[in-house]
């Protein structure tokens, strides 16, 4: 079928995380409520302001164990917080940047679901368009809200990202 059915209400994206078994988690939210609500605390790797290299974050990620990796900063950092024209260029388009290596290789070696992502065009939407012009057998999930009109539209760009759309109302 085309369209799903809601969640319920008292399930939010947090409780669903919580209850998956999910442990690699990636986010662009500057706020704390993802680690206050799964118990990150002490797993947390905020970019891009650690100096830590590609390889050994691609070996922290390989690792069990939980993770969250806050792509953007975090509130409490101010020097971690990612929000210029200028930040973004620096942190994200350098093909040197552990950053950039991470993704990339997160997005060939395994599969990402993304929550409360609009997949709107930015650095880090545009590098992940080129690693699935790369990649050209590796797919991605979506939850997405199931748009109103130009449905076909939204599924080929999707499709141009390798993601498949998991639609609610």
């Not at 206050?36 to 164990?65: C, E, V």
């Not at 900063?73 to 994200?92: E, P």
Request: hydrophobic residues 35%; proline residues 4%; contains cysteine.
């Amino acid at each position: 079928p085309t369209r799903k059915k809601p969640v319920d209400g008292e399930q939010n994206y947090l409780t669903i995380l919580k209850s998956s078994g999910i442990t690699k988690i990636i986010t662009t939210n500057f706020d704390t409520v993802i680690e206050d609500h799964l118990g990150l605390k002490n797993t947390r790797i905020t970019l891009p302001s650690t100096s830590i290299d590609s390889g050994t974050l691609r070996k922290y990620f390989n690792q069990k164990g939980k993770m969250l990796i806050k792509l953007h900063g975090t509130f409490d950092d101010a020097d971690s917080i990612i929000l210029t024209t200028t930040q973004f260029k620096s942190s994200y388009c350098d093909k040197k940047n552990a950053i950039v290596g991470l993704l990339k290789h997160i997005w060939q070696n395994s599969t990402l679901l993304f929550m409360g992502c609009g997949l709107r065009k930015d650095p880090l939407i545009e590098k992940m368009v080129k690693f699935a012009e790369q990649e050209k057998w590796q797919w991605h999930y979506a939850i997405l809200e199931y748009p109103n009109k130009d449905v076909e539209t939204v599924k080929r760009n999707l499709a141009g990202m390798h993601i498949l759309p998991i639609w609610f109302d």
